[in-house]
């Protein structure tokens, strides 16, 4: 219960209004998570419970307001729903028994592009039987149907885990490695943590903490440090550290105190590859030389913050795109879940998102591309404006 809510998996309820999305989540749960009314239109805005769903794990469900609701407000809240697609790992569509039209079928579409797996639920069978026609229109669509009633269906539980597990991502069933797979057992680990104006009063930042727990896991021996005191940490090594990771806006610094023969990389980089696509990113990185005066990049974050005086977003990182390319660029921000319209941007550059899921940042990486837009991340930026990138990512290909 204790899980991120980054490392859960997203499953979102998506259908029409009064076709009983809220009763399915209420029964799965056990919990009385949505308002259940016979009024259109009662779910206005997303509703998410975060809960321990045996034997699959920690997961996130959303229960939407209904595609063609018609009630006051209605586009607003029709394009929440549209934006939660693309966090959810797994989709499930609910219909009764008068099947889906075009409504659904939009939803499919956009499931399918993101590559989003779907099941489909009918309820209220309790009611109304299924016609024929309809329960085979809905198999071409999808091979995971389930005939059921949230009020009536004891089994309805045990069908949902069981078209569930069939669905399930790869990287959720085993969880890829941080950093623990770049390194042998019983390597040591140098973390570089910087202690400066961003860093949180008491404790470290999540990206930091993630790791050195996953190289612990990995049987690691892990020095954490901060940057003024690497020096003189190597000179008391006998045998050098396997790799050092450092917080991506000391690079220059750590890059120039740590031996060539030695892997250098950063939390940020570590967490492109475990969230998004490294390959994707590297390649969008290496437009940043090609950039023109007036060309406008995006700087995009997962989850808002206030920015502080010498912010990375809103500071750092610009300097460093103006001082690599020395072009007059147009950096604008951009925070939060929505994803606002791309189509002006000649590049985009992501935060590390250590507080979202994988499939949200793919979501995002797959919008990018479709527009032709590269697409690249923090510290894979940093790198290539300092220099280092080639350095940075060579850990990745041994």
Same mark, same amino acid.
Request: proline residues 4%; glycine residues 6%.
């Given at each position: 219960?204790?899980? $991120?809510?980054?490392?859960?998996?997203?499953?979102?309820?998506?259908? *029409?209004?009064?076709?009983?999305?809220?009763? %399915?989540?209420?029964?799965?749960?056990?919990? @009385?998570?949505?308002?259940? /009314?016979?009024?259109?239109?009662?779910?206005? @805005? !997303? !509703?998410?419970?975060?809960?321990?769903?045996?034997?699959?794990? &920690?997961?996130?469900?959303?229960?939407?307001?209904?595609?063609?609701?018609?009630?006051?407000?209605?586009?607003?809240?029709?394009?929440?729903? $549209?934006?939660?697609?693309?966090?959810?790992?797994?989709?499930?569509?609910?219909?009764?028994?008068?099947?889906?039209?075009?409504?659904? $079928?939009? =939803?499919?579409?956009?499931?399918?592009?993101?590559?989003?797996?779907?099941?489909?639920?009918?309820?209220?069978?309790?009611?109304?039987?299924?016609?024929?026609? !309809?329960?085979?229109?809905?198999?071409? =669509?999808?091979?995971?149907?389930?005939?059921?009633?949230?009020?009536?269906?004891?089994?309805?539980?045990?069908?949902?885990?069981?078209?569930?597990?069939?669905?399930?991502?790869?990287?959720?069933?085993?969880?890829?490695?941080?950093?623990?797979?770049?390194?042998?057992?019983?390597?040591?680990?140098? $973390?570089?943590? &910087?202690?400066? *104006?961003?860093?949180?009063?008491?404790?470290?930042?999540? +990206?930091?903490?993630?790791?050195?727990?996953?190289?612990?896991? /990995?049987?690691?021996?892990?020095?954490?440090?901060?940057?003024?005191? %690497?020096?003189?940490?190597?000179?008391?090594?006998?045998?050098?550290?396997?790799?050092?990771?450092?917080?991506?806006?000391?690079?220059?610094?750590?890059?120039?105190?740590?031996?060539?023969?030695?892997?250098?990389?950063?939390?940020?980089?570590?967490?492109?590859? %475990?969230?998004?696509? %490294?390959?994707?990113?590297?390649?969008?990185?290496?437009?940043?030389?090609?950039?023109?005066?007036?060309?406008?990049?995006?700087?995009?974050?997962?989850?808002?913050?206030?920015?502080?005086?010498?912010?990375?977003?809103? !500071?750092?990182? +610009?300097? =460093?795109?103006?001082?690599?390319?020395?072009?007059?660029?147009?950096?604008?921000?951009?925070?939060?879940?929505?994803? +606002?319209?791309?189509?002006?941007?000649?590049?985009?550059?992501?935060?590390?998102?250590?507080?979202?899921?994988?499939?949200?940042?793919?979501?995002?990486?797959?919008?990018?591309?479709?527009?032709?837009? &590269?697409?690249?991340?923090?510290?894979?930026?940093?790198?290539?404006?300092?220099?280092?990138?080639?350095?940075?990512?060579?850990?990745?290909?041994?």
């Amino acid at each position: 219960m204790k899980a $991120l809510k980054s490392q859960r998996l997203h499953i979102g309820f998506f259908g *029409k209004t009064n076709v009983g999305k809220s009763s %399915l989540i209420n029964k799965i749960t056990g919990q @009385d998570v949505s308002i259940v /009314s016979e009024i259109e239109g009662t779910t206005t @805005d !997303v !509703v998410e419970k975060s809960m321990e769903l045996l034997p699959i794990g &920690p997961v996130n469900f959303l229960d939407t307001a209904g595609v063609n609701d018609k009630s006051q407000l209605s586009d607003e809240r029709i394009q929440k729903t $549209l934006k939660i697609i693309n966090r959810v790992d797994i989709a499930v569509i609910v219909c009764d028994s008068n099947g889906i039209d075009d409504y659904e $079928l939009g =939803l499919i579409k956009e499931f399918q592009s993101l590559g989003i797996p779907f099941l489909i639920i009918v309820n209220k069978t309790d009611i109304s039987s299924i016609e024929r026609e !309809v329960y085979d229109n809905l198999k071409v =669509l999808s091979d995971d149907i389930i005939l059921s009633s949230a009020k009536s269906d004891e089994k309805l539980v045990y069908k949902f885990k069981q078209a569930l597990i069939k669905l399930l991502p790869q990287d959720f069933v085993e969880p890829p490695k941080i950093a623990g797979d770049l390194v042998e057992e019983k390597s040591t680990v140098i $973390l570089v943590i &910087p202690i400066d *104006k961003q860093a949180p009063k008491g404790r470290l930042i999540l +990206p930091q903490v993630q790791v050195l727990r996953d190289l612990l896991d /990995s049987n690691c021996q892990v020095l954490a440090l901060k940057e003024t005191e %690497l020096e003189n940490a190597l000179k008391n090594f006998k045998t050098p550290p396997a790799l050092v990771i450092t917080d991506s806006q000391a690079f220059k610094f750590v890059s120039e105190i740590v031996p060539e023969d030695i892997a250098l990389t950063s939390f940020s980089i570590l967490f492109a590859r %475990l969230k998004g696509d %490294l390959s994707v990113f590297i390649k969008g990185a290496k437009t940043i030389d090609s950039l023109n005066d007036g060309d406008s990049v995006l700087i995009l974050e997962s989850c808002t913050h206030h920015a502080i005086e010498d912010d990375i977003g809103k !500071v750092k990182i +610009p300097a =460093l795109l103006k001082k690599k390319t020395g072009k007059n660029l147009i950096i604008e921000n951009f925070s939060g879940h929505d994803f +606002p319209d791309i189509s002006k941007y000649k590049l985009i550059i992501h935060c590390g998102a250590c507080m979202t899921n994988r499939r949200e940042i793919l979501s995002r990486i797959i919008k990018a591309n479709q527009q032709q837009i &590269p697409i690249t991340n923090y510290g894979i930026a940093i790198s290539h404006c300092l220099g280092i990138l080639d350095r940075a990512v060579e850990i990745f290909n041994r």
